[in-house]
């Protein structure tokens, strides 16, 4: 099962999916996230994009019904600062506790983004970034995400976690 993308999400889904990051994904920015590892050799747009997926799914499962658009947005965005944080001369060592707010700004300098958009992004971290607490349901569907998604990529050491290509 390793790399499989054996995890399924519906066809709606998929089809939000593709819709919400068209002219988002494809921009070198997002692309150069293919160059940069987040958790062990899983490379930082591998994670986001289990991490939108997951996202789409819990909202399904806990019956949510979150505003899509900005669930996949800040979801695949949460993740936007755009270096190697293994990398010490890349930041300061307080990785965990800074990148919501960098990947924010970046996010920021390219697109416009709504309120839920970047309560998604600057949240993600919560608790570890205590004072920046997850606002609406699809800030608090992605920090959970994000973390299931972490534990699944680090510890089973699995790539693609769903059925999707992009």
């Known amino acids: 099962m390793k790399g499989r993308g054996h995890l399924k999400i519906s066809e709606k889904d998929k089809a939000y999916i593709v819709r919400y990051l068209s002219g988002i994904i494809d921009t ?26 997951m996202s ?19 979801a695949f965005l ?15 060592g307080l990785h965990g506790f800074r990148h919501p707010v960098r990947a924010l700004q970046k996010a920021q300098e390219q697109f416009v983004l709504n309120p839920k958009e970047k ?11 205590i004072t920046r607490i997850p606002k609406c349901r699809e800030a608090a569907i ?8 972490a534990l699944y990529e680090t510890i089973l050491k699995d790539k693609k976690l769903f059925d999707i290509d992009m």
């Open 56 to 74: 789409c799914k819990v909202d399904e499962k806990l019956h949510a019904h979150s505003d899509k658009q900005s669930l996949i947005i800040g």
């Open 78 to 92: 949460h993740d936007y600062y755009l270096y190697d944080w293994h990398d010490p001369t890349s930041n300061d």
């Open 28 to 53: 070198p920015q997002a692309q150069s996230m293919k160059t940069f590892i987040q958790h062990g050799h899983i490379t930082t747009y591998t994670h986001v994009l289990n991490v939108v997926c």
């Open 142 to 149: 992605v920090c959970l995400s994000d973390k299931l998604c």
């Open 119 to 129: 309560n998604i992004i600057v949240s993600h971290m919560w608790p570890l970034t």
